[in-house]
T-cell receptor, first 113, second 115 residues
């Protein structure tokens, strides 16, 4: 069985500062990894995903995440955040070939002016 | 095109009553998923459909929960004899095909409150 741990429930940060949202997973089989974002009063949407190939994946709005197999981590980073990045971020894992997505508890990112 | 829609957006019910939650997936999407999001917790996977078939129902929390999908489109999640611990946001998602790499598109959710 897989599990996902998001180490920080809330991360407050000032605008234009860098941020890292941590995610660790546990699985006995190979997995795909995802970050989803939920903006205030909006539905959950995919931010980025790692399926195979390059371990560094990027989103269109400047976020990136790196798959680290040895540390079983998939931390999300952004070098300079904006007010509009305020949202809840969920890390998720899915067994390759499987259909059940396991989500972490979420990290609430709050960007302050 | 239109995204995933869910109804009602909010539902308040009394303990012991039955409720039905509806999900309309994106047109043409063959796979459909139900999740539950309780306060302060991540999303809990409940069930998935490939077409009208649900091969694995082990994620449903109890036998009070059931789900069906008809015509390969609309799905309903039914909770019988609701309990206070059923209070949560119930999310539905769909994907073009049942494939572990495929992107899931989520609906806005139904917030269920059991008094």
């Amino acid at each position: 069985a897989q599990s996902v741990t998001q180490l920080d429930s809330q991360v407050p940060v000032f605008e234009e500062a860098p941020v890292e949202l941590r995610c660790n997973y546990s699985s006995s089989v190979s997995v795909y990894l995802f970050w989803y974002v939920q903006y205030p009063n909006q539905g959950l949407q995919l931010l980025l995903k790692y399926l195979s190939g390059s371990t560094l994946v990027e989103s269109i709005n400047g976020f990136e995440a790196e798959f680290n197999k040895s540390q079983t981590s998939f931390h999300l980073r952004k070098p300079s955040v904006h007010i509009s990045d305020t949202a809840e971020y969920f890390c998720a894992v899915k067994e390759t070939g499987g259909f059940k997505t396991i989500f972490g508890a979420g990290t609430r990112l709050f960007v302050k002016a | 095109g239109a995204g995933v829609s869910q109804s009602p957006s909010n539902k308040v019910t009394e303990k012991g009553k039955d409720v039905e939650l509806r999900c309309d997936p994106i047109s043409g999407h063959t796979a459909l998923y139900w999740y539950r999001q309780s306060l302060g917790q991540g999303l809990e996977f409940l069930i998935y459909f490939q077409g009208n078939s649900a091969p694995d129902k082990s994620g449903l929390p109890s036998d009070r929960f059931s789900a069906e999908r008809t015509g390969g489109s609309v799905s309903t999640l039914t909770i019988q004899r609701t309990q206070q611990e059923d209070s949560a946001v119930y999310l539905c998602a769909s994907s073009a095909r049942l494939d572990s790499t495929d992107t899931q598109y989520f609906g806005p959710g139904t917030r269920l409150t059991v008094l």
